[in-house]
Nanobody
Framework: QVQLVESGGDLVQPGGSLRLSCAAS????????MGWYRQAPGKLRELVAT???????NYVDSVKGRFTISRNNAKRTMYLQMNALKPEDSAVYSC??????????????WGQGTQVTVSS
């Protein structure tokens, strides 16, 4: 059984910052590419950023220069540092990871999501 648990979502004023965390636990052999997605009401889910095991990152254009994705492989945790937040960043943020479990199977796993609201 593998679990991804996000934390760090909150209500913040425009221009503020938040740091999201995504912790993986369970019978894990290896974690490959991890990513953050977001979905606002009435909109499609959007890929925000990804990070590979080696630390290579990729971002959607709308967050470049404001968000930073990172991971600590030893702690099996991924982070999303969000600066200069805008109201349009408001959404439920979910983490996703490609994980090989101890039994050798490879699957994609999702967290339950954490709400980020940017409003004055």
């Amino acid at each position: 059984q593998v679990q991804l648990v996000e934390s760090g979502g909150d209500l913040v004023q425009p221009g503020g910052s938040l740091r999201l965390s995504c912790a993986a636990s369970g019978s894990i052999f290896n974690i490959y590419t991890m990513g953050w997605y977001r979905q606002a009401p009435g909109k499609l889910r959007e890929l925000v950023a990804t990070v590979t095991t080696g630390g290579t990152t990729n971002y959607v254009d709308s967050v470049k220069g404001r968000f930073t994705i990172s991971r600590n492989n030893a702690k099996r945790t991924m982070y999303l540092q969000m600066n200069a937040l805008k109201p349009e960043d408001s959404a439920v943020y979910s983490c996703n990871a490609a994980i090989r479990t101890a039994d050798g199977r490879m699957n994609m796993y999702w967290g339950q999501g954490t709400q980020v609201t940017v409003s004055s």
